[in-house]
């Protein structure tokens, strides 16, 4: 398996938008839960949302509820974390991994996922 590669993070206004893309790939046929994490030097690591293999399934922290939208494409192995209405508390590092095994819902625990990207930073200006 392959490491997921996030891109699209940046900086924005309160209010504003941002679209984090990690590509993902398969192997051997299998597609991996993604999930996206974000962390800051105050907090630790913390679930934000996460997709099932087919797409049908996600999962929200409630925090960014209404806010944010996960979708994947798997022909493209790719996974967007859609991220509106951004609130100053949304500012951290965003992590984007892969779980290779059936989770359970939820789908939050970052012990979960095996294989992480190196992360892109958001940060959200009041």
């Known amino acids: 398996q392959v490491p997921p590669v996030e891109s699209g993070g940046g900086s924005v206004q309160a209010g504003g938008s941002l679209r984090l893309t990690c590509a993902t790939s398969d192997y051997d046929g299998l597609v991996p839960y993604i999930g996206w994490f974000r962390q800051t030097p105050e907090k630790e690591r913390e679930g934000v949302s996460a997709?099932?293999?087919?797409?049908?399934?996600?999962d929200y922290a409630d925090s960014v509820k209404g806010r944010f939208t996960i979708s994947r494409n798997n022909a493209r192995d790719t996974v967007t974390l859609q991220m509106n209405r951004l609130k100053p508390e949304d500012t951290g590092m965003y992590y984007c991994a892969s779980a290779w095994r059936r989770l359970r819902f939820p789908w939050s625990s970052p012990g979960e996922y095996t294989h992480w990207g190196q992360g892109t930073q958001v940060t959200v200006s009041s």
């Open positions: 997709i099932s293999p087919g797409g049908y399934g996600t």
